[in-house]
């Protein structure tokens, strides 16, 4: 059992959170405190608690976000913090972010930024952005850390709001922080500690958990259990055991071992033991480092530059040395530094020791080393470096931080003494085959030299060595190949300029290349308009009020769906999902299942009461797959057992067979070949295409895919479904966006009336459009296991689960050909949309249309056609992400834009420019842009970003670096575009203390919605919010309401609301008369409940005759983005960004520019990192936060600008205001287009020019692809991998 289900499950203690159960998201972070007997000490680290061993805990404190401070009791500053500053929006991530600031507060109370950005290292936020978070948090810091207020009269120095004279959050507010005041570490743990060590046995269902008490008595076990696994850290082997489906029934515990834990200095080096941590190791060399002189060290270094980028803070505080060389994992970061160190191994068994060489020999084998069966390793030895000798280390992943390796590498050079002749190099890589390996052929031939030459023969020669398989697992393979060659370039430059006091120094433009990746300290700037003065203290609309929930999503108090205590006759539910994409079922075995402990009922198809068929719009899906499976990931039954391990473990063992059917259709090409197409194929057109294309100066043609996203919400779907025992009626608690909606497909799967079932909704851990529609068939499932066993049954989905049954954004291929003027104005654009839609509907009819009302962006072209395909696959259905086919739709605008100013060799802005619309103008579906303020985002952005210098800068360029500049407009149709949904209800209650429930149709997922809320209710009834309370959404108080999505719900729900207040407001108007010196308790006694709705007027748009409103009003944004690209590795770094935002007359500028930030950071995600893989079968490999990466800490640009456009309301909206949830979201292209630029600069030096292609995203691996040079010449293409859905 691991530490996270026992705090859940069994003290309830539900402040520490389930993100990933993978150690890649730190929702699940605690403080575990230990006392070394051995130092005298007490050490205190964050630690994921869903991978620790509960049995590994003996003798520790664990400290939870509960115990540093309540809202109840008294806060802990690092609570306080981060709710005021901002930094928490759904707050699923917020007790875990907060726990790694508290850990390492407690080591260290004044930390720098560095520490700091190494503690986040681990933790994961998919709403914020970030930005808030090191805002808040940067207060603790000792230097580049907040004057708290001190600034002599210029407010804080971390908010400016030039144009406000306020700030988002006032430092001056905050509780200090008192280390003297923290919790102490129980003494009696101290004693207990002291004790000579007695070994433990821990006997559970499956496994017998031995923590030995001696060195001689592991040794012992060793040879009696020599299949037992060692666990220190438990990160491979809990790994193995959660997603490999691994049982290893024996483990043995060797962590309070001193010999494995001890570090000796030796005559060579250092000698660390096995179960010394990476954070212990890190510790030791920084303190060689800094010293011994600089040549000594040259491998410690090496390692710590690995260390830096291995895993996150959390990680690295548990996991072994031993543990990381034993896995023998391929792309071990630690394993080619060790091998190209030469460093000494020794093992150890009850027959005694023996000393091996790190070498080729070592790695027997995929994960296979030479240890025989009974033996372990005792410690590792690494060198001490000589004068003549060189050594760099380089690990290349997709995201920087907290990545698995693409391709990793120790490289060694040792030069005869006082020359540049190589007498001894060893380049050792992981990530080229199933070992990491050494360039042994390469390596011979370059001993007894040295110099230009060698370099470029020992690159051709690294090409012949370092191939790899078409099929090989990770794919990128053209790129890894590519990767070997140019780190080893890499090497040559850094030894080179180490070399140049005996030879020539690399070139100035070179030097580039030399420096180790670093990102500066984020920094940051907020504008936004104040409310005018005058305005009454109360009235709280246009202040930056924080989320009301914030603080008790910052102490773990918020309750989220699976926090809902235990029923004591509950059950919980595990899905069985097909391994076929395309297939019959022809059996389904459970027998096996059935005799798992603890399993009550296997539910399938043959459970539903009522109808099977499901779907959000169309009802072409089913609950359950009966006799076909149409994708991998299709539900097919469930168990339903005593305990969530009970349920997986049996859902493991239900065993399908199918008959394959053909085709198997998984990608946009597979399905165009096979004109796999759902209905409608929609076009809209306007003007005369062969008039714009005749009147056109030059026409070009072009393509871009745009891959697919996974919400990633930090809350998976999750579900807990209560029969009620009379009537067929159920009670509902569930993660979505929908409550109407899973109320109604719950109803029709039972067979009874909507009436019959409530929903409720509490809060969500994010949503992202995930949970608008995909979120009803897990919520289908439960009820009807709900309702054939009669008990309560709850299922939250596994991250692994979740990813793979629930759909993402839909990946788009787009063609198009345009025609334009010399000087880059276009006439003419015909364009086609293909989407990766899945096995069903779902809502991509609608994602589609608005990729079509979107195909024009900011452009005004006077003649188009936009058509679009919905492609039929065997995929998990693609479904609502922020944006909603949006992005998609502009992301191609910006792709011939693009071509168009290589092609005219005119600057991208310039082309931008000269097509924009203006004031009054049409789109192609005829709606007029009044109220348009682009050219106004425009300039501001252009300011505010210093376009013109930055640009000129860029332009002084390094030829393995490059940095690229871009600006991106964005405008944005606000409206649902299925009509009937832009209505919105609200119902206030009045209670005779004069305290107020409001409730409306929306639901609360982080965005804040519910804080806006208040303050329109509170503006409008004329009371403080704290008189306000919004308890949660339910289908019973609200009815039929919309999704919350479309970034419309404050519109919609905010009108609901004041409707409704005034509505009240008349009903009290003749007590107020009576009695107008009395309070508003007095005059509420007379009034008790109102509801309302509201209906967004005069809204329709007819595809045939391409006329009427889909949307309300638009919403508009510029950015501006600078980046620099690595041209050898494909890394980029976000240097800048700055964002003009039209978001009317902002309900809440915190919340505005949050949504701004957030949204901004998602589409970076988008657009240069988060790619989805899938085996040409259709199995999905990214499952997890392992491999699929989601922009971290580290991602967010250097310096980073929003700014609220002033003095633009709305006079559609509530109180002037714009909607902000989507919007922002496609401006994340500037950075996209900034990496395009710099990637076109690195062509031009191997004197490639004009139009290329380059899909979304831009991840390293494309990026280093499109830089085509020597080192890719040398490399040829394979068939990949995986495919391009
Ligand atoms: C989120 C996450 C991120 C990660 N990031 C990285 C990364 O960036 N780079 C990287 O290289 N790895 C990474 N890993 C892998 C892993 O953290 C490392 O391999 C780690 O060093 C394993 O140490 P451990 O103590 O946790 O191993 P455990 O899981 O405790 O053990 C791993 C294996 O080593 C064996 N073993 C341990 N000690 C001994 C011994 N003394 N003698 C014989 N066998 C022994 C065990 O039997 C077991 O087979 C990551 C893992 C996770 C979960
Ligand atoms: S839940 Fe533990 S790290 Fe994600
Ligand atoms: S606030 Fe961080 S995940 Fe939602």
Redesign the pocket.
Known sequence: MTLLIFLRRKLSLTGTKLGCA???CGACTVMVSRFNPHHNQIIHHAVNAC?APLCSLHHCAVTTVEGIGSVASKLHPVQERIAKAHGSQCGFCTPGIVMSMYALLRNSPQPSMQDMEEAFQGNLCRCTGYRPILEGYKTFAKEGGCCRSRRKGNGCCLTTSTHSGQQLFDPSEFMPLDPTQEIIFPPELISLGKQPPRSLRFIGERVLWIQPSSLNELLELKAVYPAA???????????EMKFKNLLYPVILA?AYIQE?SSIQYTENGIEFG??VT?TMLGKKLHEEVNKLPNYRTEVFQAILEQLR????QQ?RN???I???I??A?P????NPVFMAAGCKLTLTSKEGKRALQMDDKFFSGYRKTA?KPEE??LSIEIPYTKKGQYFSAFKQSTRKE?D??TITCGMNVVFQQGSNIVKDIKLSYGGIAPTTVLATATCNRLIGRWGEELMEDACSSLAEEMTLSPSAPGGMVTYRRTLAISLFFKFYLTVQHKLHLSVEDVKPNYASAIELFHVDSPTSVQLYQAVPPGQSTDDMVGRPIMHLSALKQATGEAVYCDDIPQYENGLYLALVTSTKAHAYIKSIETDDAMAVPGVVTFVSAKDLPGSNKTGPAVCDETVFADNKVTCVGHIVGAIVADTQAHAQTAAKAVKISYEEIQPVIITIQDAITNQSFYQPVRTIEKGDLAKGFHESDNILEGEIHIGGQDHFYLETNCTLAVPQGEDGEMELFVSTQSASKTQALVAKALGVPASHIVCRVKRMGGGFGGKESRSTILSTVVAVAAHKVKRPVRCMLDRDEDMLVSGGRHPFFGRYKVGFKKNGKVMALDVTYYSNVGNSMDLSLSIMERALFHMDNCYNIPHIRGTGYMCKTNLPSNTAFRGFGGPQGMMVSESWISDVALCCGVPAEQVREINLYKQGEYTPFNQCLDQFTIDRCWKECVNISDFHQRKARVELQHRWTKRGLSIVPTKFGISFTAIFLNQAGALVHLYTDGSVLLTHGGTEMGQGLHTKMIQVASKTLGIPTSKIHISETSTNTVPNTSPTAASASSDLNGMAVYNACQTLLQRLDPYKARNPKGSWEDWVIHCSSIDSDFRTPDLGYDFETNSGHPFNYFSYGVAVSEVEIDCLTGSHKNLHTSIVMDVGKSLNPALDIGQVEGAFMQGVGLFTLEELRYSPQGYLYTRGP?MYKIPAFGDIPTELKVSLLRDAPNEKAIFSSKAVGEPPLFLAASVFYAIKDAITAARAESGLSGPFRLDSPATPERIRNACEDKFTKLVWTYTPWDVRV
């Open positions: 993978e150690g890649g991978l696994k060692l666990v220190v850290g438990n990160t491979e082997v809990g790994i060797p494995l096995a179960s990476l980028w291995f895993a996150g990680i548990v996991a072994a031993g543990g990381n034993m896995t994992s792309i071990s970061d630690l240890l372990i390793l907290d698995i390796a392992g």
